[in-house]
C-alpha cells in the first residue's frame, strides 16, 4: 500500500519534472505524452484506492511517514501520506479531473508554442494538491496550500505577454496571501494552545478545550472559535469566499483548462477540504461555524446576482463556481460536512464539464467568448451542446424529489438545502441559509440556461463576426470596464478584462467563417465527465449522506453528540424540497421568456443601463471598493511613509540634510577664495593686525 499511495502522490511531481527541466530537448509530444500519462496512472490508482475505502477491506486509517522535516521541541512534522476517507474522495476528484484536463489539453493547446511549461504547470499543480489533502499535521498542509498558490499564479498568467494575464495572476497570488495570513495565525493558535500540530495527537485533546477563553482587551473570547475563525479565513480566501473573492473572475485571464482544473477540483475547493476535515474543531466553535454560515450564504447570493448580469462565457461559470462553493460552506457552518462533501465530490463532474464544454465552444468560435456573439450553434456543434445540456441541468439540479431521479446536482443540492431547513430547529442562521439557498437556485437555473439559449439557440450573431474585429480590445471595451461606458457600448463589446483565449486578440473572421466542432481529444474528456454529472449523485448519494455514510466516513469526519441533521432529514415537510426546484423550473422559464420566445428582449432592457443592472454588471462594486479603500489607500500611506517620513524626515533631517548643510557652508567659504594672491595677503595681515591689537588690550587692561 505505501508504494502505492505514493506512486499515486509523486507521480505528477514526476511529470512536471520531467516536462519542466527536459521539455524542450524532448519535445512537445513526449512532454505532452510523458504527463499525460503519469496523471491517468495516478488517477487509476485513486479510483483503486477509493474502491477499497468505499466497498473493500480498507477499513483503517492509514498514515505514512515518508521524510523527516521538523523537529523542533514540541513542534514536529513530517512528510507522510494519510490516507481515510475524505482524503480518499479528494484524490479521485483531484486525479480525475487532473487527467481529464490534461487530454483536453492536447487538442485546447495546439497552437501554444509552450506546451512543455504548460503541462509541467498543470502536474504541478496536481502534486502540491495532493500533498494538500494528504497531509498528517498543518505543516505539510500549509505547504501544499501555499504550492497550489504558486502554480495558480503561474497558470493563470502563463501567458505572460498579456498585461491582463499578469494583472490577473498578481491579483490571485496577492489576495490569496491575505487569506493564507489567517490562516498562519490559525496554525500557531493551534500549537500555542495544544502543543502539536499533527492531526492524530490533535483531535483527541479538542474536547477538554471546550469552553475554554482567552482574555483580551478587557473581553473575554472562546479559544477554540478564535482557532477556527483564523483558520476559516484561511478557506475563505483559497475557496473565494466573500470579500476574499475577487481573484477568482479575473483567473479567466489563464487558458481554459486552467480554469476547470481551478474551479472545479483543486484550488477552489480546498477550504472546503480544510472545514470538513477540521470538523473536531468546529464541532466545538459554534461562534466561528455560524460565521462561515453567513459568509457562506452572502457568498452564495452574491455570486449568483453577478452571473445574471455577465457575458463572457467563462466569467458567468466562473461566478456559478463562486456561488456554488457557498453552498458547500454554509452547509460545513451548519455541521452537514458530508453533504458539504457531497456538494464538492459531484460539483466537480459537473462543473469541469461546463468549464471544458465552454473551451470546445470557444475553440470552436475562433477564440471568441462574448454569449452576444454566439447562437445557433446547436447544429454547428451538437456534440458539445450535448454536454453542456447535461452540466446545466446537473448544476441547476433538476430532478423529482419523490422519486430521487435526477443529475449529479440535484442530489447534493437538495441535500444541502433540506439540512439547512432542518438545523434552523437549532440553529441561528439555518432558515437564513435554507431562504438564500432556495433562492440562489432559482438564480442559478436562469444565468445557467440564459448563458445555454444565448449559446446555443436563437438567432446566429456569429455571422457578424467581422463586424467586431476589436471584440476585445479599443477604447470603447477599456472605458466599459471603468464603468464609463454608454449603453450601446456596453451592449456592443465584450468586457474591458476579457481577451481573446489562446493569448490573441480577435480579429475580423471573414466572410467564411463557420463554427466547428472540437476534435476528438476534446471531446472524450466531455464525455467521461458527463457520465459523472448524470451518475455521480445517484450513485454515491448513499455513502456520502444516507444510510452507509457511517461505515462510509469511518470517523474521517467528526459530528457531536447533538448534530443530528442528516439522520433527520427524511422528517422534513415535502414542500422544503420541493419549493428549491420550483425556483429552478421559475428560472428556467423566465430564461426560456426572455431568450427563446422574445429574444433581444433581455438585451433592450440591458440598453436601458438602469440602477440595478449596472450595480450588478460592476459585481455590486466590489473591485471598485477594493481599490478606493485597499489599492488607493496603501497607496496613499505609502506615499506619507516615502515622501513623508523617508524623504522630508529621515532623509532630510539625516544625510541629506546634513549634506545640504556642508554644500550651503563650502559655497559660503568659497566666496572667500578668490584666487588672488595679494588678497590672501591682505586676510593675513588683517589677521595679525587683529591678533596685535587683541594682544595690546589684553595687556593693558
Same mark, same amino acid.
Given at each position: 500500500?505505501?508504494?502505492?499511495?505514493?506512486?499515486?502522490?509523486?507521480a505528477?511531481?514526476?511529470?512536471?519534472?520531467?516536462?519542466?527541466?527536459?521539455?524542450r530537448?524532448?519535445?512537445?509530444?513526449?512532454?505532452?505524452?510523458?504527463t499525460?500519462?503519469?496523471?491517468?496512472?495516478?488517477c487509476?490508482?485513486?479510483?483503486?484506492?477509493?474502491?477499497n475505502?468505499?466497498w473493500?477491506?480498507?477499513?483503517?486509517?492509514?498514515?505514512f511517514?515518508?521524510?523527516p522535516?521538523?523537529?523542533?521541541?514540541?513542534?514536529?512534522s513530517t512528510?507522510?501520506?494519510?490516507?481515510?476517507?475524505?482524503?480518499?474522495?479528494?484524490?479521485?476528484?483531484?486525479?480525475?479531473?487532473s487527467?481529464?484536463?490534461?487530454l483536453?489539453?492536447?487538442?485546447?493547446?495546439?497552437?501554444?508554442d509552450?506546451?512543455?511549461?504548460?503541462?509541467?504547470y498543470l502536474?504541478?499543480?496536481?502534486?502540491?494538491?495532493?500533498?494538500?489533502?494528504?497531509?498528517?499535521?498543518?505543516m505539510?498542509?500549509?505547504?501544499?496550500?501555499?504550492?497550489?498558490?504558486?502554480?495558480s499564479?503561474?497558470?493563470i498568467?502563463?501567458?505572460?505577454?498579456?498585461?491582463?494575464?499578469?494583472?490577473?495572476?498578481?491579483?490571485?497570488?496577492?489576495?490569496?496571501?491575505?487569506?493564507?495570513?489567517?490562516?498562519?495565525?490559525g496554525?500557531m493558535?493551534?500549537?500555542?494552545?495544544?502543543?502539536?500540530?499533527?492531526?492524530?495527537?490533535?483531535?483527541?485533546?479538542?474536547?477538554?478545550?471546550?469552553?475554554?477563553?482567552?482574555?483580551f482587551?478587557?473581553?473575554?473570547?472562546?479559544?477554540?472559535?478564535?482557532?477556527?475563525?483564523?483558520?476559516?479565513i484561511?478557506?475563505?480566501?483559497?475557496s473565494?469566499?466573500?470579500?476574499?473573492?475577487?481573484?477568482?473572475?479575473?483567473?479567466?485571464?489563464?487558458?481554459?483548462?486552467?480554469s476547470?482544473?481551478?474551479h472545479?477540483?483543486?484550488?477552489?475547493?480546498?477550504?472546503?477540504?480544510?472545514?470538513?476535515?477540521?470538523?473536531?474543531l468546529?464541532?466545538?466553535?459554534?461562534?466561528?461555524?455560524?460565521?462561515?454560515?453567513?459568509?457562506g450564504?452572502?457568498?452564495?447570493?452574491?455570486?449568483a446576482?453577478?452571473?445574471?448580469?455577465q457575458n463572457?462565457?467563462?466569467?458567468?461559470i466562473?461566478?456559478?463556481?463562486?456561488?456554488q462553493?457557498?453552498?458547500?460552506?454554509?452547509?460545513a457552518?451548519?455541521?452537514?460536512?458530508?453533504?458539504?462533501?457531497?456538494?464538492?465530490?459531484?460539483?466537480?463532474?459537473?462543473?469541469a464539464?461546463?468549464?471544458?464544454?465552454?473551451?470546445?465552444?470557444?475553440?470552436?468560435?475562433?477564440?471568441?467568448?462574448?454569449?452576444?456573439?454566439?447562437?445557433?450553434?446547436?447544429?454547428?456543434?451538437?456534440?458539445?451542446?450535448a454536454?453542456?445540456?447535461?452540466?446545466?441541468?446537473?448544476?441547476?439540479?433538476?430532478g423529482?424529489?419523490g422519486?430521487?431521479?435526477?443529475f449529479?446536482?440535484?442530489?447534493?443540492k437538495d441535500?444541502?438545502?433540506?439540512?439547512?431547513?432542518?438545523?434552523?430547529?437549532?440553529?441561528?442562521?439555518?432558515?437564513?441559509?435554507?431562504?438564500?439557498?432556495?433562492?440562489?437556485?432559482g438564480l442559478?437555473?436562469?444565468?445557467?440556461?440564459?448563458?445555454?439559449?444565448?449559446t446555443?439557440?436563437?438567432?446566429?450573431?456569429w455571422?457578424?463576426a467581422?463586424?467586431?474585429?476589436?471584440?476585445?480590445?479599443?477604447?470603447?471595451?477599456?472605458?466599459?470596464?471603468?464603468?464609463?461606458a454608454?449603453?450601446?457600448q456596453?451592449?456592443?463589446?465584450?468586457?474591458?478584462?476579457?481577451?481573446?483565449?489562446?493569448?490573441?486578440?480577435?480579429?475580423g #473572421?471573414?466572410?467564411?467563417f463557420?463554427?466547428?466542432?472540437?476534435? $476528438? &481529444?476534446? /471531446? %472524450?474528456? !466531455? *464525455? =467521461?465527465?458527463? +457520465? @459523472?454529472?448524470i451518475?455521480?449523485?445517484?450513485?454515491?448519494?448513499?455513502l456520502?449522506?444516507?444510510?452507509?455514510?457511517?461505515?462510509?466516513?469511518?470517523?474521517a469526519?467528526?459530528?457531536?453528540?447533538?448534530? #443530528?441533521i442528516?439522520?433527520?432529514?427524511?422528517?422534513?415537510?415535502? $414542500? &422544503?424540497? /420541493? %419549493?428549491p !426546484? *420550483? =425556483?429552478?423550473? +421559475? @428560472?428556467?422559464?423566465?430564461?426560456?421568456?426572455?431568450?427563446?420566445?422574445?429574444e433581444?428582449l433581455?438585451?433592450?432592457?440591458?440598453?436601458?443601463?438602469?440602477?440595478?443592472?449596472r450595480?450588478?454588471?460592476?459585481?455590486?462594486?466590489?473591485?471598485?471598493?477594493?481599490?478606493?479603500?485597499? &489599492?488607493?489607500?496603501?497607496?496613499?500611506?505609502?506615499?506619507?511613509?516615502?515622501?513623508?517620513?523617508?524623504?522630508?524626515?529621515?532623509d532630510?533631517?539625516?544625510?541629506?540634510?546634513?549634506?545640504?548643510?556642508?554644500?550651503?557652508?563650502?559655497?559660503?567659504?568659497?566666496v572667500?577664495?578668490?584666487?588672488?594672491?595679494?588678497h590672501?595677503?591682505?586676510?593675513?595681515?588683517?589677521?595679525?593686525a587683529g591678533?596685535?591689537?587683541?594682544?595690546?588690550?589684553?595687556?593693558?587692561r
Amino acid at each position: 500500500m505505501k508504494a502505492l499511495l505514493t506512486t499515486l502522490v509523486f507521480a505528477p511531481l514526476l511529470g512536471a519534472i520531467v516536462a519542466g527541466l527536459f521539455g524542450r530537448r524532448i519535445g512537445d509530444k513526449l512532454s505532452m505524452a510523458v504527463t499525460t500519462a503519469l496523471l491517468f496512472l495516478s488517477c487509476g490508482l485513486s479510483w483503486f484506492t477509493f474502491a477499497n475505502v468505499a466497498w473493500g477491506s480498507w477499513t483503517q486509517h492509514y498514515v505514512f511517514q515518508l521524510l523527516p522535516f521538523i523537529d523542533v521541541g514540541a513542534f514536529q512534522s513530517t512528510w507522510s501520506i494519510r490516507l481515510d476517507t475524505l482524503s480518499a474522495v479528494m484524490l479521485v476528484v483531484i486525479n480525475t479531473v487532473s487527467a481529464l484536463v490534461h487530454l483536453y489539453s492536447w487538442g485546447y493547446m495546439a497552437e501554444d508554442d509552450s506546451k512543455p511549461r504548460f503541462f509541467a504547470y498543470l502536474s504541478l499543480f496536481t502534486f502540491a494538491m495532493l500533498m494538500l489533502v494528504t497531509a498528517a499535521d498543518f505543516m505539510q498542509l500549509f505547504f501544499g496550500w501555499e504550492g497550489v498558490g504558486l502554480a495558480s499564479y503561474l497558470l493563470i498568467g502563463f501567458w505572460f505577454k498579456k498585461p491582463t494575464a499578469n494583472a490577473a495572476s498578481i491579483k490571485a497570488f496577492v489576495t490569496n496571501r491575505v487569506g493564507d495570513f489567517g490562516f498562519a495565525l490559525g496554525i500557531m493558535t493551534i500549537f500555542w494552545m495544544f502543543h502539536t500540530i499533527r492531526f492524530a495527537e490533535l483531535f483527541p485533546l479538542i474536547a477538554a478545550k471546550a469552553g475554554t477563553s482567552w482574555t483580551f482587551a478587557g473581553v473575554s473570547w472562546s479559544a477554540l472559535d478564535i482557532a477556527g475563525f483564523l483558520l476559516f479565513i484561511g478557506a475563505a480566501g483559497k475557496s473565494a469566499q466573500f470579500f476574499l473573492h475577487v481573484w477568482l473572475p479575473d483567473a479567466m485571464e489563464g487558458p481554459t483548462p486552467v480554469s476547470a482544473l481551478i474551479h472545479a477540483a483543486t484550488m477552489v475547493t480546498a477550504g472546503v477540504y480544510m472545514l470538513c476535515l477540521l470538523s473536531p474543531l468546529y464541532e466545538y466553535a459554534p461562534v466561528a461555524r455560524e460565521i462561515i454560515t453567513v459568509i457562506g450564504a452572502i457568498t452564495c447570493l452574491f455570486a449568483a446576482t453577478v452571473g445574471l448580469a455577465q457575458n463572457d462565457i467563462k466569467r458567468v461559470i466562473a461566478y456559478s463556481t463562486c456561488s456554488q462553493l457557498g453552498y458547500m460552506f454554509f452547509a460545513a457552518g451548519l455541521g452537514v460536512y458530508q453533504a458539504a462533501m457531497f456538494h464538492l465530490f459531484t460539483h466537480a463532474f459537473f462543473k469541469a464539464l461546463l468549464f471544458l464544454g465552454a473551451g470546445s465552444v470557444i475553440n470552436g468560435m475562433h477564440h471568441e467568448q462574448d454569449m452576444r456573439k454566439m447562437g445557433g450553434l446547436y447544429n454547428k456543434l451538437p456534440i458539445t451542446c450535448a454536454v453542456m445540456l447535461i452540466g446545466t441541468i446537473a448544476i441547476t439540479g433538476l430532478g423529482i424529489p419523490g422519486l430521487d431521479i435526477g443529475f449529479a446536482g440535484f442530489y447534493s443540492k437538495d441535500a444541502i438545502l433540506t439540512a439547512a431547513f432542518q438545523s434552523g430547529h437549532s440553529q441561528a442562521f439555518g432558515y437564513f441559509a435554507y431562504i438564500v439557498g432556495t433562492l440562489v437556485a432559482g438564480l442559478t437555473a436562469y444565468y445557467s440556461w440564459r448563458l445555454a439559449f444565448m449559446t446555443f439557440n436563437g438567432t446566429a450573431k456569429w455571422s457578424h463576426a467581422a463586424d467586431h474585429g476589436d471584440a476585445h480590445g479599443g477604447a470603447a471595451v477599456a472605458h466599459a470596464g471603468h464603468g464609463h461606458a454608454s449603453s450601446a457600448q456596453i451592449e456592443t463589446h465584450s468586457e474591458p478584462d476579457v481577451t481573446a483565449d489562446h493569448g490573441h486578440d480577435a480579429h475580423g #473572421h471573414g466572410h467564411d467563417f463557420k463554427p466547428h466542432e472540437s476534435p $476528438w &481529444v476534446m /471531446l %472524450l474528456p !466531455l *464525455v =467521461a465527465l458527463s +457520465i @459523472g454529472a448524470i451518475f455521480a449523485g445517484g450513485v454515491f448519494a448513499h455513502l456520502f449522506i444516507g444510510e452507509g455514510r457511517d461505515a462510509f466516513w469511518r470517523g474521517a469526519i467528526y459530528t457531536g453528540a447533538n448534530n #443530528h441533521i442528516l439522520a433527520n432529514l427524511e422528517e422534513a415537510p415535502k $414542500w &422544503v424540497a /420541493l %419549493l428549491p !426546484l *420550483v =425556483a429552478s423550473v +421559475i @428560472g428556467l422559464l423566465v430564461a426560456a421568456y426572455f431568450y427563446l420566445l422574445h429574444e433581444g428582449l433581455a438585451a433592450r432592457l440591458a440598453a436601458n443601463n438602469g440602477l440595478l443592472y449596472r450595480f450588478l454588471y460592476n459585481k455590486w462594486y466590489v473591485d471598485e471598493v477594493y481599490d478606493f479603500i485597499f &489599492v488607493r489607500g496603501a497607496k496613499a500611506l505609502g506615499d506619507l511613509f516615502w515622501k513623508g517620513g523617508d524623504q522630508k524626515i529621515i532623509d532630510g533631517l539625516g544625510p541629506n540634510g546634513v549634506a545640504q548643510v556642508s554644500a550651503k557652508a563650502g559655497r559660503g567659504l568659497s566666496v572667500l577664495q578668490s584666487g588672488y594672491v595679494y588678497h590672501y595677503a591682505f586676510v593675513m595681515l588683517l589677521g595679525v593686525a587683529g591678533l596685535l591689537t587683541y594682544a595690546m588690550w589684553a595687556w593693558v587692561r
